[in-house]
């Protein structure tokens, strides 16, 4: 069974930082590419941000420049530290193992909420 648990959220104002936490299973961490994944309300989830193993990085546009995704591998954990928050951050998001731009489990943690007021 894959574990992966998100944890960090919080509630803040616009301009805000913050810090996501995701723990894994460590017999998926060393193997994937990792994804945090933004879901807003109403909204499907969306890639906004992952990590290869060997640390190369992908961002979506709106968050270019305001997040920085990383990984422990010892740990088996990532971490998303996000800059200048804006409301359109608001959502939950998630983690999950990543493979040609989709998610590769069905899985999916419990989330984390961030809400970002203006």
């Known amino acids: 069974q894959v574990q992966l648990v998100e944890s960090g959220g919080d509630f803040l104002e616009a301009g805000g930082s913050l810090r996501l936490t995701c723990k894994a299973s460590?017999?998926?961490?060393?193997?994937?590419?990792m994804g945090w994944y933004h879901q807003r309300p109403g909204k499907e989830r969306e890639l906004v941000a992952s990590?290869?193993?060997?640390?190369?990085?992908y961002y979506a546009e709106s968050v270019k420049d305001r997040f920085t995704v990383s990984r422990d591998n010892a740990k088996s954990t990532m971490y998303l530290q996000m800059i200048n928050l804006k409301p359109e951050d608001t959502g939950v998001y998630y983690c999950?193992?990543?493979?040609?731009?989709?998610?590769?489990?069905?899985?999916w943690g419990q989330g984390t909420q961030v809400t970002v007021s203006s």
């Open positions: 999950n193992a990543v493979q040609h731009g989709d998610s590769v489990f069905t899985s």
């Open positions: 990590v290869t193993t060997t640390g190369g990085t």
């Open positions: 460590s017999r998926i961490f060393l193997i994937y590419t």
